[in-house]
């Protein structure tokens, strides 16, 4: 795949199919994983990979539980917020969370990234990142999603048997299969709107009233 369609076709995709991710495609993704820039080259990170269908499920109970202390707060703001002006993406991109929540135990394979000694997340989200694209490259589509760790922390390590006394942090849950939708550029504010140069405010030379790679679908 062409970097820059991978690039701008690498969104959030939600809703998967249950199909198996197969094991060489799920090595491909960690390898490139681990190829990302980490600060100091200190690679500290583990990596967890869960398909297990029981854990899977706990895991759907636990996600379910911290989208719900999620929606009766922020996110219930956001919403009605977005029926009151129309805001029909940000309704859709709810409803699709949504979904994400309500069949969390039907996601094929759930990729969980643990740090240490990187407050800011400077080394661990390259390495997501690196990750998702490659997931892209394969036809794989994939969701960055922290719920888990904001709102069930303790409970996600001890399903997992993750370590309490080492530092270890849950930077995400990534969810990742085969996507029940398209591909395609997400929408987006344009680049010219939201970057400024040399000092705030000030606004680029430059404007980009459209992507520079076009929609595709695949």
């Not at 309500?102 to 080394?123: C, I, K, M, W």
């Not at 960055?144 to 760790?149: D, E, N, R």
């Not at 395609?184 to 939201?194: L, S």
């Amino acid at each position: 795949m062409e970097l820059n369609e991978a690039l701008y076709t690498t969104r959030a995709m939600r809703r998967v199919k249950p199909d198996p991710v197969p094991e060489v495609v799920v090595a491909a993704m960690m390898d490139a994983a681990v190829r990302a820039p980490s600060g100091g080259n200190s690679q500290n990170w583990r990596w967890l990979t869960v398909t297990d269908r029981e854990k899977m499920q706990r895991l759907g109970d636990l996600y379910r539980t911290a989208w719900e202390e999620l929606t009766s707060t922020y996110y219930a703001r956001r919403l009605e917020q977005a029926e009151a002006r129309g805001d029909e993406r940000t309704i859709r991109v709810m409803k699709s969370s949504q979904w994400l929540a309500d069949n969390f135990e039907q996601v094929p394979l759930v990729v969980l990234p643990f740090h240490r000694n990187d407050p800011t997340g400077a080394s661990i989200y390259p390495a997501v990142w690196s990750l998702m694209l490659e997931a892209r490259g394969h036809g794989v589509g994939t969701t960055l999603t922290t719920v888990l760790g904001m709102f069930q922390g303790p409970a996600l390590f001890e399903l997992l048997g993750v370590p309490t006394d080492k530092g270890w942090s849950n930077a995400a849950a990534i969810t990742c299969g085969y996507p029940l939708g398209r591909w395609g550029v997400a929408a987006r504010a344009p680049a010219h709107q939201v970057v400024y140069r040399e000092s705030w405010g000030t606004e680029p030379n430059w404007v980009i009233d459209e992507p520079l790679w076009p929609t595709v679908s695949a």
